[in-house]
């Protein structure tokens, strides 16, 4: 016998149908606040894996998808945002990332279409050409 386990994700959007909704319509409710129209609101996800995708500038949250291949949050996409081409539009991207403890995907505000791991790459980069710049003037 199974048991699921559901956790309380934040939701905007339609993540299964792919609707994606500005970041204002997206806001996560402050801790006590009252919710109002333009914040997420927390629903219950079976599969225990929240779920935030970004693509042209818009948002959407809630459970991973039930089209979601992997099936699991693992690997780069739990440990940040990860990009690919979306699916019949290979000039569109889809950044998402996922996660598994209750009302963790509250980083729908800071996805932003470039991948965590690009991000790091580019300040690795800017570092060591700082690095360089100083070791010539020594």
Do not use: H, W
Request: proline share 2%.
């Amino acid at each position: 016998m199974s048991l699921l386990c559901a956790k309380k994700c934040y939701s905007c959007g339609d993540v299964n149908a792919g609707v994606y909704v500005e970041k204002a319509k997206c806001t996560i409710p402050a801790a006590g606040a009252n919710a109002t129209a333009d914040d997420a609101q927390l629903i219950d996800c079976l599969s225990g894996i929240c779920y935030a995708a970004f693509s042209d500038g818009k948002v959407a949250a809630g459970c991973l998808p039930k089209a979601d291949t992997a099936g699991a949050c693992t690997g780069d996409r739990a440990a940040g945002e990860t990009c690919k081409s979306a699916a019949g539009d290979s000039k569109k991207s889809v950044c998402e990332r996922c996660c598994t403890t209750a009302s963790c995907n509250s980083f729908v505000a800071e996805l932003d279409g470039a991948p965590d791991s690009a991000v790091t790459t580019a300040v690795n980069m800017v570092l060591l050409v700082v690095a360089a710049m100083f070791a010539m003037r020594v």
